[in-house]
């Protein structure tokens, strides 16, 4: 299958390419990236990197390295669902293993596998930034901090049932969010 962006995607892809001189065409490579993986089936086939490359007058090396660089690109099919927990530093001092055999099991998958019902693919990834709140996750482009057995059923329960997720900061819960609003006076 050769991959080819939609009039709409094309148009967007365009003027992004028009903020950029000819010869740093490169500069938009992670936008399109995204909208790449958004287009295709939510991965990043060899045959979908190479059209990128094409777009943007790159090698294809130049993009595989990017693409296998940053983990919110995925190189193969994954869920409708990618839970992506961190597993470096705090949050591995504070139970990322124990969290992600606990949610492999319960979907029952290994590592970058798809469950069975197509919902779910868990990765575990490198630092996210959230050292404070560990051990944490990133679901889609939202945090979910202060992982515990029971908030990782809640999520999946509700994500198996369609629900939304609205999942706040708890000031009781999270330092970060404690430092970031300081001190209450009363």
Known sequence: MNPTFSEST?????????RYPADKRKSALLPLLHMAQAEFGGYLSPETMDYVA??????????????????M????????YVLEVCRTGPCA?????????????KIGVTINE??????????EVECLASCG?????????RYIENLTEQKI????????????LDIEPNPE????????QGQSNG
């Open 10 to 18: 094309l148009s967007k892809i365009n003027r992004l390419l028009s």
């Open 54 to 71: 094409q777009l943007l007058t790159l090698r294809p090396i130049e993009v595989y390295e990017v693409a296998s660089f940053y983990t």
């Open 73 to 80: 690109f995925h190189k193969q099919p994954t869920g409708k």
């Open 93 to 105: 001092l504070n139970g990322a293993e124990s969290i992600i055999d606990y949610i492999t099991r």
């Open 114 to 123: 798809i469950s069975s019902d197509g919902l779910f693919t868990v990765k």
């Open 133 to 141: 709140t560990a051990p944490m996750m990133q679901l889609g482009e």
């Open 153 to 164: 059923d809640d999520i999946i329960d509700r994500l198996k049932h369609g629900e939304r």
């Open 173 to 180: 819960n999270s330092i970060l969010f404690r430092s970031c």
